[in-house]
């Protein structure tokens, strides 16, 4: 492969554990920094959203009859997005370098005799269907050589959020949380802490009908419960070291109904407000304990959770003397940053640069990560 051009564009896509939609970027990276060029969220179709949300609520392997039709109606809703991305921003596909495609993950089960993560969306149909080379499958060559697979976050948030001085953490608050630990060197850890939006986005759902708990109002409405909060932190997920990752398979509402059947005073139940503020207060928890250890001088902000105002009060109330800010004020949009993730792996694969995870994921070695798929000639 050729070498990369600093002006060249790359396309970065994703669709993460909250499920509401593809995030698509386009993005230069002059002087190895990204620059954005452009930015959209395509929604899910309800009727391809409600699908998905069958397959993955009860925490169970999907069969392989379930999977198979909904990757090329994931694949065709990504490409959906290249394109439209490209339409407005008045970019030609031939333009474009490489598309990196982390597409929908279904299943993430890194531990055991036989770990695997599935991401449906296939990178060879986006590849035909936009006629630009598509990488994807970023997780296999990782899981491969001993990796967890995830967080891949923390090899940009190393690239792009360095401290000159210090050490510094960067939270990504999709619908599970990681965390990547930064020093001045360029060292690196990162790990998934566990639930962020994704119990409280199933649960307000469930009682309110809404796809989420917009700025946290009803988690701030309600009474974080102290033994129904101390309950899931005795979960042995938060106890591990890292390297460590997680999703919807584990935290789910399954897992969640279980406790609060364990936690019910009497025949009552909880209040879905207090319940709601309590998860807020599990993930306020879970972050800064996983955090506090390291004693960042800063700790910058991602992911949907950014704009969850109660969410990152309580995170503040938790780490004293920390200053709690979005990545933006570093110099990128935090809507956008998984989405650059993946345009920045592409261009990192398509360079033939290996990655080193080995204090992130627990590879035993550096790996390429991502299958390069090239575009039929004719479409």
């Given at each position: 492969m050729r070498a990369v051009s600093e002006g060249e564009l790359y396309l970065g896509m994703i669709s993460g554990t909250s499920r509401d939609g593809v995030d698509a970027v386009l993005a230069a990276f002059p002087a190895g920094q990204p620059q954005l060029r452009a930015a959209l969220c395509l929604p899910y179709p309800p009727d391809l959203a409600a699908r998905l949300e069958r397959l993955v609520a009860g925490g169970r392997r999907p069969v392989a009859a379930d999977l198979s039709a909904l990757d090329a109606e994931i694949a065709g809703h990504f490409a959906d997005a290249a394109r439209r991305l490209l339409r407005e921003a008045g970019v030609a596909p031939a333009s474009v370098r490489a598309i990196g495609s982390h597409g929908q993950t279904v299943w993430h089960a890194p531990d055991g005799p036989r770990p695997?993560?599935?991401?449906?969306?296939?990178p060879t149909l986006i590849a035909q269907r936009t006629g630009i080379r598509t990488v994807g499958d970023f997780r296999?060559?990782?899981i491969a050589a001993?990796?967890?697979?995830?967080?891949?976050?923390?090899?940009?948030?190393?690239?792009?959020?360095r401290p000159a001085s210090g050490t510094r953490?960067?939270?990504?608050?999709?619908?599970?949380?990681?965390v990547s630990i930064i020093d001045r060197e360029g060292g690196v850890i990162g790990f998934d802490t566990g639930p962020a939006n994704c119990l409280l986005d199933a649960w307000i759902r469930r009682h309110r009908g809404e796809a989420l708990d917009r700025d946290g109002a009803c988690a701030a409405g309600g009474t974080a419960n102290p033994g129904l909060l101390e309950a899931p932190l005795a979960d042995p997920y938060f106890g591990k070291r890292g390297p460590k990752s997680t999703g919807t398979e584990y935290f789910n509402l399954p897992w969640?109904?279980?406790l609060l059947e364990r936690c019910r005073p009497g025949a009552h139940p909880h209040a879905p407000a207090d319940v709601q503020a309590t998860l807020a207060e599990l993930t306020a928890a879970t972050v800064a304990d996983a955090i506090r250890p390291f004693a960042p001088a800063d700790l910058l902000v991602c992911g949907g959770g950014v704009h969850n105002g109660d969410l990152l009060r309580r995170?503040?109330?938790?780490?004293?003397g920390t200053p709690v800010r979005s990545t933006a004020e570093a110099g990128l949009d935090p809507d956008w940053v998984e989405g650059v993730l993946f345009a920045w792996l592409a261009r990192e694969r398509v360079a033939g640069r290996p990655q080193d995870t080995r204090r992130i994921t627990g590879a035993r070695e550096a790996v390429l990560l991502g299958s390069v798929c090239e575009p039929s000639a004719v479409r």
């Amino acid at each position: 492969m050729r070498a990369v051009s600093e002006g060249e564009l790359y396309l970065g896509m994703i669709s993460g554990t909250s499920r509401d939609g593809v995030d698509a970027v386009l993005a230069a990276f002059p002087a190895g920094q990204p620059q954005l060029r452009a930015a959209l969220c395509l929604p899910y179709p309800p009727d391809l959203a409600a699908r998905l949300e069958r397959l993955v609520a009860g925490g169970r392997r999907p069969v392989a009859a379930d999977l198979s039709a909904l990757d090329a109606e994931i694949a065709g809703h990504f490409a959906d997005a290249a394109r439209r991305l490209l339409r407005e921003a008045g970019v030609a596909p031939a333009s474009v370098r490489a598309i990196g495609s982390h597409g929908q993950t279904v299943w993430h089960a890194p531990d055991g005799p036989r770990p695997e993560s599935i991401q449906l969306g296939s990178p060879t149909l986006i590849a035909q269907r936009t006629g630009i080379r598509t990488v994807g499958d970023f997780r296999r060559a990782d899981i491969a050589a001993g990796g967890q697979g995830a967080p891949l976050a923390p090899l940009l948030h190393r690239a792009l959020f360095r401290p000159a001085s210090g050490t510094r953490a960067v939270l990504n608050l999709g619908g599970i949380a990681n965390v990547s630990i930064i020093d001045r060197e360029g060292g690196v850890i990162g790990f998934d802490t566990g639930p962020a939006n994704c119990l409280l986005d199933a649960w307000i759902r469930r009682h309110r009908g809404e796809a989420l708990d917009r700025d946290g109002a009803c988690a701030a409405g309600g009474t974080a419960n102290p033994g129904l909060l101390e309950a899931p932190l005795a979960d042995p997920y938060f106890g591990k070291r890292g390297p460590k990752s997680t999703g919807t398979e584990y935290f789910n509402l399954p897992w969640l109904e279980r406790l609060l059947e364990r936690c019910r005073p009497g025949a009552h139940p909880h209040a879905p407000a207090d319940v709601q503020a309590t998860l807020a207060e599990l993930t306020a928890a879970t972050v800064a304990d996983a955090i506090r250890p390291f004693a960042p001088a800063d700790l910058l902000v991602c992911g949907g959770g950014v704009h969850n105002g109660d969410l990152l009060r309580r995170l503040r109330r938790r780490l004293p003397g920390t200053p709690v800010r979005s990545t933006a004020e570093a110099g990128l949009d935090p809507d956008w940053v998984e989405g650059v993730l993946f345009a920045w792996l592409a261009r990192e694969r398509v360079a033939g640069r290996p990655q080193d995870t080995r204090r992130i994921t627990g590879a035993r070695e550096a790996v390429l990560l991502g299958s390069v798929c090239e575009p039929s000639a004719v479409r």
